[in-house]
């Protein structure tokens, strides 16, 4: 259950992702790596849910397709901040990306509660 919870979570910002990507593909060759993205990420997929099985460690072998997601996603981004105000709107737009990223880190990050 755990598993198809975090498929769906997963499958939502992918499929933002790919769609703009394949928005911004003009055929040919550019249409193989929207082709090439969906399958990389369904053996990502594929990779935790065999690793789900094992241990908590072995998740981590599917981890690196929310890595490819959020590349998608970042490059779509920027390609249509890019095409609506030009090289300001897209510096901003990955700025503000990167600082809430950077927020997300710093406010979940372990702490050891040891030390109080």
């Not at 090439?36 to 460690?57: C, K």
């Not at 996603?73 to 090289?87: C, T």
């Not at 737009?93 to 372990?110: D, N, P």
Request: a positive charge.
């Amino acid at each position: 259950m755990r598993y198809l919870q975090n498929t769906l979570e997963q499958l939502i910002m992918f499929t933002a992702g790919l769609f703009g990507l394949a928005l911004y593909s003009h055929g040919g060759t550019d249409s193989r790596a929207v082709e090439a993205t969906a399958v990389v990420w369904i053996l990502f997929r594929f990779a935790f849910w065999i690793g789900y099985h094992r241990s908590a460690a072995w998740r981590s072998l599917g981890a690196a397709g929310v890595g490819m997601s959020l590349i998608v996603l970042i490059y779509v981004a920027a390609r249509v901040s890019l095409d609506l105000g030009g090289v300001v709107a897209m510096v901003l737009t990955l700025g503000v990306f990167f600082a809430i990223e950077a927020f997300l880190f710093w406010a979940t990050r372990s702490r050891d509660n040891s030390a109080a």
